[in-house]
């Protein structure tokens, strides 16, 4: 039975090829029993969803969550210690029934106690497993860390926090880590079952890596190399040149192992894909068109010899360094957002670079900071499809010392992956598509996920791009059911600020997304 009741439908029409037409809808869920996140790490294991870190509201989080109660500033105050999420749920959207949660020290403690009862309580392999776990708890206590699922294994790496047993906001730090978790097995010691000792073992790997530090970046894997792309190096502890935090400027692609322990990876970093030959010297963030986080990193493709090849782009993005100006006198920041588009492409294809800059490409400051995307490509027209739900940037030039506003609405960007420069355009689609009329409060996408319907088919080996063609031929209906949309910022005026009653929280609402092919 399902016990989720869909309720205002926003429907919005756009052409995703010459014909025939579709219809984007986007459908609250009422009565969501979620847990309220943001900027949190996800993993998925048939119809459960395992959701950690990030922040969430107090208690009393109707009178404005973060922001009112915290006076968070997002900066060294934004990830208060009321605001750590410090459980692991496991929900299931289809049942929608209350999630089972766990605290993080319980889930240690709880792989130790399984461990002992199976190989005793002194033996050498128990002792290193409890005592590595112990050193690597912000892996499961850090606000947005970047995320990438492949099979049955989540990777994340980053994130932003405090270390777990020094809760200063002078220690801020963004962390190192880069951890791989089995999303099955993590959700069977959850839900209270026993697993294997060598389950176990390799339930939890984690590498470090100076280069690895970022946090609103993104991270792909394409076949055995994973690619962490943009972000900063934000908090207390970040260096002090660049207002207090170091951009990546760079895209770093690597690998892991787990030759010595089946808990410990080893990283291996490879060629970096920059505009800049040190992407981490002082100085670079003045000048490197990747500087860029929080924005819309999505999975792109491009073509060597005809062959088609899975690569990513940045659509937008902030800030650029361009940022600030000389108001009365004083240096006053902007915060401009990039509103061009970076095209990563591992393969060398253009002036021998592993990136084409897309400078002609203007969003013009609509959805510019990380929300929900959609990809689908049409293999007929060669032609990527590109979704922005939501989030911030409402198509207005910043006011002095804010970003854009936070959004509603939606913006779907083509790029033909067959001309021989690739380039792309966008229309913005609907200026409210969560609710009905025009762009007005309250706001949502901000820091949200899209969870996509793995049951769809998938381009190219793609486990992010859907085959529109193939999606709709393997269908009796004229839709096909995208995903969900879980969570993220709701935010209940255009710029929230730090203080005041009902400015903004995390959510726990859920949005069905659906395609419709209309004749």
């Not at 709880?110 to 461990?115: E, F, P, R, S």
């Not at 990876?265 to 030959?277: A, E, G, K, N």
């Not at 060597?304 to 659509?315: A, H, W």
Request: aromatic share 10%.
């Amino acid at each position: 039975m399902i016990l989720l009741v869909p309720s205002c439908t926003k429907k919005v029409k756009e052409d995703l090829a010459t014909a025939p037409k579709y219809v984007l809808s986007i459908t609250e869920i009422t009565n969501s029993k979620a847990p309220a996140l943001q900027s949190f790490t996800h993993g998925v294991s048939g119809n459960e969803w395992l959701l950690f870190a990030g922040r969430t509201n107090n208690k009393n989080d109707s009178i404005g969550g973060l922001h009112s109660i915290f006076k968070g500033n997002y900066a060294n105050t934004s990830f208060l210690p009321p605001s750590f999420n410090d459980s692991l749920f496991v929900y299931n959207p289809i049942s929608n029934a209350k999630p089972i949660r766990m605290h993080y020290k319980t889930v240690v403690e709880t792989i130790n106690k399984q461990c002992f009862e199976q190989i005793g309580e002194m033996t050498i392999p128990c002792i290193e497993l409890k005592n590595f776990l112990n050193q690597n708890l912000s892996i499961f206590r850090n606000t947005n860390a970047l995320v990438k699922q492949d099979g049955n294994f989540l990777y994340t790496v980053g994130g932003y926090g405090a270390p777990v047993n020094d809760v200063n906001t002078k220690n801020y730090l963004t962390f190192n880590q880069i951890a791989r978790i089995h999303v099955p097995n993590m959700i069977k010691l959850i839900k209270g079952e026993k697993l294997s000792l060598q389950n176990l073992k390799s339930l939890i790997s984690v590498g470090k890596n100076k280069h690895l530090v970022s946090t609103g970046g993104e991270m792909y894997k394409f076949d055995d190399v994973l690619y962490l792309a943009g972000g900063h190096n934000f908090g207390s502890s970040a260096p002090s040149f660049s207002q207090g935090q170091k951009y990546v400027n760079a895209v770093y692609p690597f690998k892991v192992s787990t030759a010595d322990k089946p808990y410990k990876l080893t990283v291996t970093i490879q060629d970096t894909i920059s505009d800049v030959t040190t992407p981490s010297a002082k100085g670079t963030d003045a000048v490197s068109i990747f500087r860029r986080r929080d924005g819309p990193i999505t999975p792109n493709f491009y073509k060597v010899n005809g062959e088609i090849k899975r690569g990513l782009t940045f659509y937008t993005g902030v800030f650029r360094p361009d940022s600030t100006a000389i108001v009365n006198g004083k240096k006053t920041s902007y915060h401009l957002a990039w509103n061009n588009a970076i095209y990563v492409h591992p393969e060398k294809i253009v002036e021998s670079k592993k990136y084409t800059y897309d400078a002609s490409y203007n969003q013009k400051n609509f959805n510019v900071y990380s929300c929900p995307n959609i990809a689908l490509f049409d293999s007929d027209s060669e032609i990527i499809h590109t979704y922005l739900l939501g989030g911030i940037g409402d198509g207005k030039r910043a006011a002095v010392g804010h970003l854009s506003g936070f959004t509603n609405t939606g913006v779907h960007i083509k790029m033909n992956i067959g001309n021989p420069t690739l380039k792309s355009t966008h229309t913005v689609l609907d200026y409210n598509i969560f609710n009905s009329g025009n762009n007005e409060p309250p706001f949502y996408g901000a820091e949200s996920i899209l969870f996509l319907n793995k049951s769809l088919p998938f381009s190219n080996n793609s486990d992010e791009i859907i085959d529109l063609k193939k999606a709709f031929n393997d269908t009796d209906s004229n839709s096909i059911k995208i995903g969900y949309v879980l969570g993220g910022i709701e935010a209940f005026q255009s710029n929230p600020g730090t203080y005041g009653k009902r400015n903004s929280r995390a959510s726990n609402k859920i949005w069905k997304v659906t395609l419709t092919k209309q004749f």
